[in-house]
């Protein structure tokens, strides 16, 4: 297994409906538009990574509700790739759709490295896929404690020779938390598809 590591969080941008063109009837160069804006996401380099390698991907997401699923499945012909995912919110459903075991979640908590890397690893499993990508944390604005505040994200990524997992703990408010959570979880994927394409 890769050792954990921890991250600062960071500031993370923001569109505003109208720069995509949202809410505007579609026009020339609408679709060029659009894809160029998808070009610069990391969600596309992954795509085009686990298209060339044949690999294929499942997601177990909590705080970030399924949002890395929604940028994935952005991408035209991400059913090529993605599987599935699941939005495991509570301890329970943590346990009965992934099969995260009871113990790691009363011992080390929902918001941990340990039920991180085994969301990644389980889902994996379930959906029989090359690479499961998980994320669990306390997106804010309550939740927190001493030992785990709000903005404490942890991420990981579980192949069949591989494992990692990075810690963050994000300064933003909720939304911010869940996008930059997304953001990093896509990033990782996509550094790891990189180490297979050299």
Same mark, same amino acid.
């Given at each position: +297994?890769?050792?954990?590591?921890?991250?600062?969080?960071?500031?993370?941008?923001?569109?505003?409906?109208?720069?995509?063109?949202?809410?505007?009837?579609?026009?020339?160069?609408?679709?060029?538009?659009? +894809?160029?804006?998808?070009?610069?996401?990391?969600?596309? &380099?992954?795509?085009?990574?686990?298209?060339?390698?044949?690999?294929?991907? &499942?997601? &177990?997401?909590?705080?970030?509700?399924?949002?890395?699923?929604? %940028?994935?499945?952005?991408?035209?012909?991400?059913?090529?790739?993605?599987?599935?995912?699941?939005?495991?919110?509570?301890?329970?459903?943590?346990?009965?759709?992934?099969?995260?075991?009871?113990?790691?979640?009363?011992?080390?908590?929902?918001?941990?490295?340990?039920?991180?890397?085994? +969301?990644?690893?389980?889902?994996?499993?379930?959906?029989?896929?090359?690479?499961?990508?998980?994320?669990?944390?306390?997106?804010?604005?309550?939740?927190?404690?001493?030992?785990?505040?709000?903005?404490?994200?942890?991420?990981?990524?579980?192949? %069949?020779?591989?494992?990692?997992?990075?810690?963050?703990?994000?300064?933003?408010?909720?939304?911010?938390?869940?996008?930059?959570?997304?953001?990093?979880?896509?990033? +990782?994927?996509? &550094?790891?598809?990189?180490?297979?394409?050299?």
């Amino acid at each position: +297994m890769g050792p954990s590591s921890e991250i600062p969080g960071v500031a993370t941008s923001h569109r505003e409906p109208e720069a995509l063109g949202i809410g505007n009837p579609p026009g020339k160069g609408y679709v060029d538009d659009i +894809m160029d804006i998808l070009q610069n996401k990391p969600e596309v &380099a992954v795509g085009e990574l686990l298209v060339k390698r044949g690999l294929t991907l &499942a997601v &177990a997401e909590s705080c970030t509700g399924g949002l890395i699923c929604h %940028r994935l499945t952005n991408v035209p012909g991400s059913s090529r790739y993605l599987e599935g995912g699941v939005v495991a919110y509570s301890y329970a459903a943590k346990e009965r759709l992934l099969g995260v075991k009871h113990d790691t979640l009363y011992e080390h908590g929902a918001v941990s490295e340990e039920t991180a890397r085994e +969301m990644a690893e389980k889902v994996r499993h379930v959906f029989g896929t090359d690479i499961g990508l998980s994320v669990t944390g306390i997106a804010g604005p309550t939740g927190g404690l001493p030992d785990k505040p709000v903005g404490l994200v942890y991420i990981a990524l579980s192949a %069949r020779r591989f494992s990692e997992c990075v810690r963050y703990v994000w300064p933003h408010d909720r939304e911010g938390n869940k996008a930059a959570s997304a953001e990093a979880a896509l990033q +990782m994927l996509l &550094a790891y598809l990189r180490t297979l394409d050299g």
